[in-house]
């Protein structure tokens, strides 16, 4: 496969909790990203990181990359119920000028 | 935020219809894509195009052809709809020098009786 596939699939938790979820790869990247797409809405994105960056921070985002295991995780810290949504990684390969893979996405429930 | 527009956002029709799905941005952006989604499914690539008087089909089969005569706008048709074709699609757009990152529409989704 040459997307990216995430885990796990649904997500939990209470408010004020963290939440971790993990994208696993099989190709060479050039680039992977995160994005967030709420019920029946686009999607938005979220963090790039580089194929040769190992962790990136955005506001109460954290994503870290492990390029030997060929996979990334993105935690949110502190959720709140707002970030309920669904959340999808997405490869940009390095064969080339291609689109980017989007993975199947794992969702996550803040319970308030 | 983004400014990319997908119309209609809702549309509902019989069986054999002719429907365009509209897209355009405002931001410049060489590489525009659609995506297919059902609900709370992956996506999948249907076409792209990365300038005018390009597209190329994804990697999801599609019986929807798109077409590139501006750099704003990536029109989505289906010449006859069937039931089959009742999904969410996605527009993006991304610029060509950039690292990937997409902007999307807010989506069209379409229920074919």
């Known amino acids: 496969s040459q997307q990216g596939e995430e885990d796990p699939q649904a997500l939990s938790i209470q408010e004020g909790e963290n939440a971790t979820m993990n994208c696993s790869y099989k190709?060479?990247?050039?680039?992977l990203q995160w994005y967030r797409q709420n019920s029946g809405r686009g999607l938005v994105h979220l963090i790039l990181?580089?194929?040769?960056?190992r962790e990136k921070h955005s506001g109460r985002l954290r994503v870290t990359l492990d390029t030997s295991k060929k996979s990334s995780s993105l935690l949110i810290t502190a959720s709140r119920a707002a970030d309920t949504a669904s959340y999808f990684c997405?490869?940009?390969?390095?064969?080339?000028?291609?689109?980017?893979?989007f993975g199947k996405g794992t969702r996550l429930s803040v319970i308030a | 935020e983004a400014d990319i527009y997908q119309t209609p956002r809702y549309l509902v029709i019989g069986t054999g219809k002719k429907i365009t799905l509209e897209c355009s941005q405002t931001m410049g952006h060489d590489k525009m894509y659609w995506y297919q989604q059902d609900p709370g499914m992956e996506l999948h690539l249907i076409h792209y195009s990365y300038g005018v008087n390009s597209t190329e089909k994804g990697d999801l089969s599609s019986e929807s052809t798109v077409s590139r005569i501006r750099t704003e706008h990536f029109p989505l048709t289906l010449e006859s709809a069937r039931p089959s074709h009742t999904s969410q699609y996605l527009c993006?757009?991304?610029?060509?020098?950039?690292?990937?990152?997409?902007?999307f529409g807010e989506g069209s989704r379409l229920t074919v009786l």
């Open positions: 990181i580089r194929s040769n960056e």
């Open positions: 993006a757009s991304s610029a060509y020098q950039n690292t990937g990152e997409l902007f």
């Open positions: 997405a490869l940009t390969r390095n064969s080339g000028n291609t689109p980017l893979v």
């Open positions: 190709t060479s990247i050039n680039n």
